[in-house]
């Protein structure tokens, strides 16, 4: 069993997988210690938890709150820092045993390869990592000997449908699906469909990105992506289902027809409590699935001609190359504009779909190649919200 207090830097620690993670490492300070946290610009949040938890770093993203953060902090010994770079460069600590990033998007890249190069095992809940990168960041995670342990409760649902199948050949994976706040409606529907609309999920409780995500299936493109370069799979080898209840989190088929799936009740303190405890599993408060509470559990194919982010996601990792980086960008700024009332839902997909067809494709990219593509991609998908009118953008 776990025998020394682990250090953990929170990548994100004031969004809702690093409230969690802190959930998890307050329930089990005799195991854990939140060694470094990290905040995009909720300085107040990032203030409040840094009094908890007294890590050793405390890192603001947006340098204009640094002296609000530095100065309620003072009475405590904690280093604060401000900028994107400092978290790039505090990753690599040596007392750093394990890195949770749980930044949003692209920003999650470059730090996560500078852990890995620093041999940090990494607790994953930034899928845009290996969406983006799936091939240099697992390459470099072999050449560091560093665990990537997943921390979506999907992913977790496969590794944990995993263990002790150590050569045992997987023929396909099937991951679930919610469905999200829109499981079931219709292309006229989704015309007209709100951002508040939108962030109601069913069963979870997430970020406002991830949420759209969700609603636009999006998020579960993000994962089949993911999902290749977690468990070494080719496209034809995952495959999506929709399950309202989210009890079922994810399923295996092996060679001999055999399925093993992982369930429970939709937490993810679950997920996170085991990817910082792997590979032991410790006794959790978490309240119990009881199937006398969900006597009928219900699958269904999604509809990916409704939701056509799916679609996408399933041609950009076909295609390979820097078109899952493409998609990506793409998707990030189609959800911002989504989220801030300047373009429709199903045009979210439509802007997606013309960054793909027109930003160079490049077969073997390197990490310079990504970051360009990436930054290429923010710029024409941003020019054509702006020149577009709403309702061409639309379906």
Known sequence: ????????????????????????????????????LTAHSNAYL???????????????????????????LAHLPIKVLAGYNAIKVLV????????????????????????????????????ETLVVAGELVTGLAKEHNVKILPVDSEHSAIFQCLAGEEGNKIEKIIITASGGPFRGK?????????????????????????????????????????????????????????HPQSIVHSLVQFDDGSIKAQMGLPDMKLPIQYALSYPNRIKSNFKRFDFMDYPNLSFEKPDIDTFRNLKLAYEALNRGGNMPCIINAANEIAVAAFLNNTTSFLAMSDIIENCMQQIVYIEKPSLSDYLNTDKETRIFAQNLIKKMPLKALQS
Not at 1 to 27: E, F, P, W, Y
């Open 1 to 36: 069993m776990l025998n020394k207090v682990k250090n953990i830097a929170i990548l994100g620690s004031t969004g809702s997988i690093g409230t969690q993670t802190l959930d998890v490492i307050r329930d089990n300070s005799h195991l854990f210690r939140a060694f470094m």
């Open 186 to 242: 219709t292309t006229d529907f989704l015309a007209g469909a709100t951002r508040e609309q939108a962030l109601k999920h069913p069963n979870w409780v997430m970020g406002a990105k991830i949420t759209i995500d969700s609603a636009s299936l999006m998020n579960k493109g993000l994962e089949v992506i993911e999902a290749k370069w977690l468990f070494g799979l080719e496209a034809s080898q995952i495959d999506v289902i929709v």
């Open 46 to 72: 990032l203030i409040q938890q840094a009094i908890e938890f007294v890590p050793e770093y405390a890192i603001i993203c947006d340098e204009s709150k640094y002296q609000e953060i530095k100065e309620a």
């Open 92 to 127: 690599t600590h040596s007392d750093i045993d394990m890195v949770l990033t749980a930044m949003v998007g692209f920003a999650g890249l470059e730090p996560t390869i500078n852990a890995i190069k620093a041999g940090k095992d990494i607790a994953l809940a930034n899928k």
